[in-house]
């Protein structure tokens, strides 16, 4: 499968811990985003990746949240210190240079309790 | 400001119904308009596109125009299946303002037999 994947595509985790997720791009995809999606809603943006460079962040992204892509392939995102108000689906989804389509993975559902 | 509205559901239509899910943007530039489908347990798929006022995104039987003069990328479909079942996402893209897509919330499509 080429698509675009995340894993684990499902995590619970205890309020206060920290969670890392991790997203494969389509490969020679060099534009990787990462949105939150919440019960009921549309998804939202958090961040976004040009090969290794994060160029743009949410107001959504507080400084618990953290993003990684250091080789320009793989992204991570780590949440630390959890609150059950970061109970959601967390979406990865990856474009190639200036085009607008987005491809998007299975997604990662997060339950804090 | 920027952002995508679009009708709530859910709706729920007889099998070979006629289908229309109103969605409207507002945006300051020209935007790229987006359908995207959510099938149960599965990630988001892109339905259809338009990139340019009066282009037509198609796809297995769905129709959007692209209207500028009423801000409306409205889905349609003639005959609707049980398979249609599922969540449709009506999204903006728009360049140089931070290359994400902006969704709407989101419409829960049911088809019954």
């Known amino acids: 499968d080429t698509g675009v994947s995340q894993d684990p595509r499902h995590k619970i985790t205890k309020r206060g811990q920290n969670v890392t997720f991790r997203c494969d791009p389509i490969s020679e995809h060099n534009r990787l985003y990462w949105y939150r999606q919440t019960l009921g809603q549309g998804p939202e943006f958090l961040t976004y990746?040009?090969?290794?460079?994060?160029?743009?962040k949410s107001r959504l992204l507080s400084d618990r949240f953290s993003a990684e892509r250091p080789k320009g392939s793989f992204s991570t995102l780590e949440i630390q210190r959890t609150e059950q108000g970061d109970s959601a689906m967390y979406l990865c989804?990856?474009?190639?240079?200036?085009?607008?389509?987005?491809?998007f993975g299975p997604g990662t559902r997060l339950t804090v309790l | 400001g920027n952002s995508v509205t679009q009708m709530e559901g859910p709706v729920t239509l007889s099998e070979e119904a006629f289908l229309t899910i109103n969605c409207t943007y507002t945006a300051t530039g020209y935007p790229s308009l987006f359908w995207y489908v959510q099938y149960p347990g599965e990630g988001l798929q892109l339905l259809l596109k338009a990139t340019k006022a009066d282009d037509k995104g198609s796809n297995k039987g769905f129709e959007a125009t692209y209207r500028k003069e009423t801000t409306s990328f409205h889905l349609e479909k003639g005959s609707v299946q049980v398979s249609d079942s599922a969540v449709y996402f009506c999204?903006?893209?728009?360049?140089?303002?931070?290359?994400?897509?902006?969704f709407g919330g989101g419409t829960r499509l049911m088809v019954k037999p």
């Open positions: 999204a903006r893209y728009l360049n140089n303002a931070g290359n994400m897509l902006t």
């Open positions: 989804a990856s474009s190639l240079g200036q085009t607008n389509e987005q491809f």
């Open positions: 990746f040009q090969n290794e460079a994060q160029l743009e």
